[in-house]
């Protein structure tokens, strides 16, 4: 039986454990009746282990999200088209706009709780006549998306240890080729964290939970406490067009990238699904709470930020990049800046290490199904440690070959970064969009769950599949204008470019062994 908006489990069967699951049998650990349930009917094997439980869970999507962090050291395109008060108000329209996404989401994960996610849901619930191209393409899409996403968290935890050293010895010069160094060197530490330390990173999301919370107070302490602050008629109503842009409105829609980009990746328990316990109640429990949660602090930190900086030009010229570090340096000493600045640095890292998890369990989930070259390597689970290692490698292995670009052009990188949001709001729309077509036209045919929106499923799914569209089209646009190549949004040929890849791959090759999830479901029937 399915439940309302609040997630009550109501006539749901109870969570218990068999004897092998209470004697923590091989694969089997934590895996309750109703996970057991869920994964038959999907027709997959359980191989992974189930260490993840409510706070562990929530603690994984809060990190990996990190919204006050992103706010403080990704907003640099908000202040130029925007300033304060356009990425105040453009985080509060986008937090409600993208909240329709996430409880769209969070039903698709209650229905099919599954580490594949959306290509997952657009095989299920899309019409049977377009399910398995599409299915495809969401995969590759979602694919794209996390591994490129994943290689931005190196890359800002390099660039930032390059900014305080930079605040300690203002001659030190910064070079690409050291960035790059520093990408491979985070990258590597996560490697082997990620293996070899798989069964203490539940442990290890509850301690950064903390971290994430105390942080955040330090923080915002410091900026009220002793920053110099701008009126609130500046903070809040004076915007500004700084990108050269026809109107102001328009340089808000561009500039609302930043928050747009702080906003994404609840989804990201849902790839971790077949990790935690009881999955149909707690991952969409995870993503709601997780979003409401970095929403309240996210705003919170977003209007203190935003009073501080009182000479924005000042702020965007900063010799590190980083205007967070201009503020900084307006309330304490270098020393202090450099103490302050650990604080994202560590946090970024812990996302970091949580986005390699949830990247490479998604990527692991469409190699299963065949729907990646390599595949049945990529698809191979570490037996004693019951990770999938390979999967874990490969997704290393992208951030680092994404690293060397950096050497020869930032500006290639960037766009292979910004690619992250663009992919991934193509995969909301299309199984958002599914799910959709599902409650409309075959209501009865969509599986029960614990977690449902009930009456509320049509209007919220039209609200998230517009909403995805609406960010999907801001995201190619460029920073101002006039556009030089340098300047120059290139996530769009790089989308067109991964976009035809996919085609091609399909036509040789995926077409032949790649069937989609839906054909494992149960009461699945061909044609």
């Given at each position: 039986m399915a439940t309302d908006l609040n997630g009550s489990s109501g006539d749901s069967p109870p969570k218990e454990h068999d004897a092998e699951d209470i004697a923590g049998g091989k694969g089997n650990h934590g895996y309750t009746r109703q996970d057991r349930s869920d994964m038959s009917r999907m027709g997959k094997v359980q191989e992974l282990r189930r260490d993840y439980r409510p706070l562990s869970a929530l603690a994984f999507t809060v990190i990996l999200q990190g919204v006050w962090e992103v706010l403080l050291t990704a907003t640099y395109q908000g202040l130029v088209d925007g300033g304060p008060a356009g990425l105040i108000w453009s985080f509060v329209w986008t937090?409600?706009?993208?909240?329709?996404?996430?409880?769209?989401?969070?039903?698709?994960?209650?229905?099919?709780p599954t580490a594949g996610g959306q290509y997952h849901w657009v095989s299920e619930f899309s019409p049977p006549s377009i399910q398995k191209?599409?299915?495809?393409?969401?995969?590759?899409?979602?694919?794209?998306?996390?591994?490129?996403?994943?290689?931005?968290?190196?890359?800002?935890?390099?660039?930032?240890?390059?900014?305080?050293v930079i605040v300690m010895y203002p001659e030190y010069a910064p070079t690409t080729w050291?960035?790059?160094?520093?990408?491979?060197?985070?990258?590597?530490?996560?490697?082997?964290l990620n293996i070899w330390g798989a069964r203490g990173m539940p442990m290890f999301q509850n301690i950064m939970l903390v971290v994430h919370v105390?942080?955040?107070?330090?923080?915002?302490?410091?900026?009220?406490?002793?920053?110099?602050?701008?009126?609130?008629?500046?903070?809040?109503l004076e915007f500004r067009n700084d990108g050269?842009?026809?109107?102001?409105?328009?340089?808000?829609?561009?500039?609302?990238?930043?928050?747009?980009y702080a906003c994404i990746c609840s989804d990201s328990s849902a790839h971790m699904a077949e990790e935690i316990e009881d999955a149909g109640k707690t991952v969409p429990r995870a993503m709601i709470g997780a979003?409401?949660?970095?929403?309240?602090?996210?705003?919170?930190?977003?209007?203190?930020?935003?009073?501080?900086?009182?000479?924005?030009?000042?702020?965007?010229?900063?010799?590190?990049?980083?205007?967070?570090?201009?503020?900084?340096?307006?309330?304490?000493?270098?020393?202090?800046?450099?103490?302050?600045?650990?604080?994202?640095?560590?946090l970024i890292f812990a996302g970091t290490l949580t986005f390699n998890l949830s990247t490479s369990r998604q990527t692991w989930a469409f190699a299963r199904d065949n729907g990646l070259p390599f595949s049945s390597w990529i698809a191979k689970v570490d037996k004693k440690r019951q990770v999938p290692a390979n999967a874990v490698a490969v997704t290393c292995l992208f951030t680092i070959l994404l690293s060397f670009i950096n050497i020869g052009s930032d500006v290639a990188f960037n766009a292979?970064?910004?690619?992250?949001?663009?992919?991934?709001?193509?995969?909301?729309?299309?199984?958002?969009?599914?799910?959709?077509?599902?409650?409309?036209?075959?209501?009865?045919?969509?599986p029960t769950c614990r977690w449902s929106l009930g009456r509320w499923g049509v209007p919220i799914n039209l609200g998230g599949l517009l909403y995805s569209a609406h960010a999907f089209f801001w995201c190619f646009w460029p920073e101002g204008t006039p556009v030089e190549p340098d300047s120059f949004n290139w996530a769009s040929v790089m989308f067109v470019g991964v976009f035809l890849l996919s085609l091609v791959d399909y036509v040789l090759r995926g077409r032949k062994h790649y069937q989609g999830p839906v054909v494992l479901v149960e009461g699945y029937k061909a044609g």
């Amino acid at each position: 039986m399915a439940t309302d908006l609040n997630g009550s489990s109501g006539d749901s069967p109870p969570k218990e454990h068999d004897a092998e699951d209470i004697a923590g049998g091989k694969g089997n650990h934590g895996y309750t009746r109703q996970d057991r349930s869920d994964m038959s009917r999907m027709g997959k094997v359980q191989e992974l282990r189930r260490d993840y439980r409510p706070l562990s869970a929530l603690a994984f999507t809060v990190i990996l999200q990190g919204v006050w962090e992103v706010l403080l050291t990704a907003t640099y395109q908000g202040l130029v088209d925007g300033g304060p008060a356009g990425l105040i108000w453009s985080f509060v329209w986008t937090w409600f706009g993208m909240s329709t996404v996430i409880l769209s989401l969070a039903e698709m994960s209650s229905m099919a709780p599954t580490a594949g996610g959306q290509y997952h849901w657009v095989s299920e619930f899309s019409p049977p006549s377009i399910q398995k191209p599409l299915s495809y393409f969401t995969g590759w899409m979602s694919t794209l998306s996390w591994q490129a996403g994943t290689a931005s968290g190196p890359f800002l935890v390099g660039t930032l240890i390059q900014s305080s050293v930079i605040v300690m010895y203002p001659e030190y010069a910064p070079t690409t080729w050291q960035g790059t160094l520093m990408v491979i060197a985070v990258t590597l530490i996560v490697w082997i964290l990620n293996i070899w330390g798989a069964r203490g990173m539940p442990m290890f999301q509850n301690i950064m939970l903390v971290v994430h919370v105390l942080g955040f107070l330090a923080i915002v302490v410091v900026f009220w406490a002793l920053s110099p602050r701008a009126t609130a008629e500046v903070t809040f109503l004076e915007f500004r067009n700084d990108g050269g842009w026809s109107t102001t409105g328009l340089s808000l829609m561009v500039g609302q990238i930043s928050a747009i980009y702080a906003c994404i990746c609840s989804d990201s328990s849902a790839h971790m699904a077949e990790e935690i316990e009881d999955a149909g109640k707690t991952v969409p429990r995870a993503m709601i709470g997780a979003y409401l949660m970095n929403g309240v602090i996210g705003l919170v930190f977003i209007i203190s930020y935003m009073f501080t900086i009182t000479d924005v030009a000042a702020a965007l010229e900063d010799a590190t990049g980083y205007p967070h570090i201009w503020v900084f340096s307006q309330a304490v000493s270098a020393g202090g800046v450099a103490a302050l600045n650990t604080i994202p640095i560590l946090l970024i890292f812990a996302g970091t290490l949580t986005f390699n998890l949830s990247t490479s369990r998604q990527t692991w989930a469409f190699a299963r199904d065949n729907g990646l070259p390599f595949s049945s390597w990529i698809a191979k689970v570490d037996k004693k440690r019951q990770v999938p290692a390979n999967a874990v490698a490969v997704t290393c292995l992208f951030t680092i070959l994404l690293s060397f670009i950096n050497i020869g052009s930032d500006v290639a990188f960037n766009a292979i970064i910004s690619l992250n949001v663009v992919s991934l709001m193509v995969t909301y729309v299309c199984s958002i969009g599914s799910v959709l077509y599902r409650r409309i036209r075959h209501p009865e045919l969509l599986p029960t769950c614990r977690w449902s929106l009930g009456r509320w499923g049509v209007p919220i799914n039209l609200g998230g599949l517009l909403y995805s569209a609406h960010a999907f089209f801001w995201c190619f646009w460029p920073e101002g204008t006039p556009v030089e190549p340098d300047s120059f949004n290139w996530a769009s040929v790089m989308f067109v470019g991964v976009f035809l890849l996919s085609l091609v791959d399909y036509v040789l090759r995926g077409r032949k062994h790649y069937q989609g999830p839906v054909v494992l479901v149960e009461g699945y029937k061909a044609g």
